[in-house]
């Protein structure tokens, strides 16, 4: 079964930066196109970030310019490096694949506020 474990969420002010990770316990994680999502409070879950098996990123347009994605295949985990944060990014975080399995993580809760 696939076990996804996120982390790295916290309370910080605007301006200020994060870097979330996420170790996914799966076979073959190295062949697998992966993302970020977020959830903000009364909306739906989205994808803000993905990133192939070559490493080809993208970015929602919230994020773009901002958040940075990047993967270690050698430990199975994702990354999602958070730069000058905005009180509308506070939310809770997921990885999942691209496009997401059933199985999801708890998430990491991100609060941005002064």
């Known amino acids: 079964q696939v076990q996804l474990v996120e982390s790295g969420g916290g309370w910080v002010q605007p301006g200020e930066s994060l870097k979330l990770s996420c170790v996914i316990s799966?076979?073959?994680?190295?062949?697998?196109?992966l993302g970020w999502y977020r959830q903000i409070r009364g909306n739906e879950r989205e994808r803000i970030a993905r990133?192939?098996?070559?490493?080809?990123?993208a970015y929602g347009y919230d994020v773009k310019g901002r958040f940075t994605i990047s993967r270690d295949d050698a430990r199975n985990t994702v990354y999602l490096e958070m730069e000058h944060l905005r009180s509308d990014d506070s939310a809770v975080y997921y990885c999942?694949?691209?496009?997401?399995?059933?199985?999801w993580g708890p998430g990491t809760r991100v609060t941005v506020s002064s």
């Open positions: 999942n694949s691209n496009p997401p399995g059933d199985a």
């Open positions: 990133i192939s098996r070559d490493g080809t990123t």
């Open positions: 799966r076979p073959l994680f190295s062949s697998y196109s």
